[in-house]
């Protein structure tokens, strides 16, 4: 007997268990209020003109940034200079982006989830096809 193998997880799934995640998530106000103010300064620091950044919320282990831009080689530049160029990082954690759900052939939105130090992602329960 063959088992059959499981689709691969849909962009959309992703950026539904990303939301569904952060919306779990309980809330650290104080950490909160330093981490979203540390994310908005790198983020505006980090955005490619004509970007913008829409908005920054933080919780207890997790936060959600979400950016707009003129295009998708731009929303990229964004994403490498913001999170992945070691002289410019905003965050010194893991992050996953995901495409907004919102994207026009006009502007791209992007989501950015920063995980606090020390905590990970829970990559597995939003790549696994079961969710798991």
């Known amino acids: 007997m ?3 193998t499981p689709s ?3 962009t959309e799934q992703v950026r539904q268990r990303l939301e569904d995640y952060f919306g779990d998530e309980s809330f650290d106000t104080a950490w909160a ?4 103010q540390q994310a908005k300064d790198g983020v505006r620091a980090a955005l490619p003109v004509p970007s913008q950044l829409r908005s920054v919320e933080c919780r207890a282990s997790l936060c959600r940034i979400e950016t707009e831009h003129g ?3 731009q929303s990229l530049t964004f994403v490498r200079t913001a999170f992945m160029d070691p002289e410019r990082q905003v965050w010194n954690a893991a992050f996953v982006t995901v495409r907004g759900a919102d994207s026009t052939d006009d502007h791209i939105v992007t989501v950015t989830y920063l995980a606090r130090e020390g905590v990970d992602l829970p990559m597995e329960r939003l790549f696994s096809p079961g969710g798991g």
Request: hydrophobic residues 25%; proline residues 15%.
């Open 71 to 73: 295009d998708s080689e």
């Open 8 to 10: 691969p997880v849909s």
């Open 2 to 4: 063959v088992t059959p």
């Open 33 to 36: 209020r330093s981490a979203e």
